[in-house]
């Protein structure tokens, strides 16, 4: 039986190949993208593509309002790193800028889905989190902003278990592991066409015993 997906960040990168390979296999897909005028590869792919900032929770509620019909699985991919990877070079501004799009724009935007995901079938929420957001992980090195940023979206997972599960949702943080996107460079060891390929084949199997818990692509568990 099909899902209606909800991605975020769905115009290049993980994004847009989760649209790709769930459009592939006749899932309904609604891609949610700064600037459709950049989401080619989202159309063609036969995705309804929405306009979405998720630095910008004051439309949330519009945007959720504009949805026709149940969202069955919400996939938080957003995301943005910065160059940060010293004491040295924290900055305030950058990572309010960070946090803003990697941890409020998450979490608000999943509070101004969840009617939409309560008339779903699954009530699946995903949220794409990082081995660099793994305390007990990350080999540091990399941006501040960005590992901090994903260990708090690890913490928004285990709230919204703690929550909603009871309620029937099953809430995951999915690390995809380094892949070569525009984010993860042409060094990264991952092709994003076979982690996503791992990755939907997984979120096909999770039900409300996962929810809580911190999976990598490779169905594996991954430490706090």
Partial sequence: MSS?????????GLGAEFVRQLRARGDDVVAAVRDPGKAGDAARAGATV??????RPDTFEVFAG???GPVDVLINNAGIAAGDGSVRSLDP???????????AGPALLTRALLPALRRGRRRLIVHVSST??????????FSYAYCSSKAALNML???MHRELSGDGFTVVSLDPGWN?????GAEAPLEPADTVGSMVALLERLG??????FIGYDGQPRPW
């Fill in 4 to 12: 209606r997906y909800l991605v975020t960040g769905a115009s290049r």
């Fill in 50 to 55: 929405l306009h979405l900032d998720v630095d």
């Fill in 66 to 68: 504009s949805l026709d």
């Fill in 93 to 103: 501004d950058t990572m309010a800028r960070v946090y803003r799009t990697n941890v």
């Fill in 132 to 141: 660099l957001g793994s305390l007990a992980s990350t080999p540091g090195g």
């Fill in 157 to 159: 997972t285990v709230l």
């Fill in 180 to 184: 070569r996107t525009d984010m993860g």
């Fill in 208 to 213: 409300a015993g996962d929810s809580g818990r």
